[in-house]
């Protein structure tokens, strides 16, 4: 049986996971946790570097995602006007 901080540890080490924190990382961050308080400060600041790496994914994707609307928007123009689309 797990309590509930320990669902609550596992959910932010799949959340850190999920987002692409490199597993090293997340031991580190382990570490610095059983350290309890003198640790608060590089804890905020290794989760702030994981989160400036989510954001700049999140901007990547953006960016791909606006690329892959466009080519559905020529698909769907070129099915409109009953031309073939375009090779790529």
């Given at each position: 049986?797990?309590?509930?901080?320990?669902l609550?540890?596992?959910g932010?080490?799949r959340?850190?996971?999920?987002t692409?924190?490199?597993?090293?990382?997340?031991?580190?961050?382990?570490?610095?946790?059983r350290?309890e308080?003198e640790?608060?400060?590089?804890?905020?600041?290794?989760?702030?570097?994981?989160?400036?790496?989510?954001?700049?994914?999140?901007?990547?994707?953006?960016?791909?995602?606006r690329?892959?609307?466009?080519?559905?928007?020529?698909y769907?123009?070129?099915?409109?006007?009953g031309?073939?689309?375009?090779p790529?």
């Amino acid at each position: 049986m797990f309590s509930d901080d320990d669902l609550h540890w596992l959910g932010l080490l799949r959340c850190l996971r999920e987002t692409g924190m490199p597993i090293a990382e997340m031991l580190r961050y382990s570490e610095l946790v059983r350290g309890e308080g003198e640790t608060v400060r590089e804890r905020l600041d290794l989760l702030r570097a994981h989160d400036r790496r989510v954001e700049e994914q999140i901007a990547r994707l953006r960016d791909q995602q606006r690329h892959i609307h466009r080519k559905i928007d020529l698909y769907r123009e070129n099915l409109c006007d009953g031309a073939a689309p375009a090779p790529s």
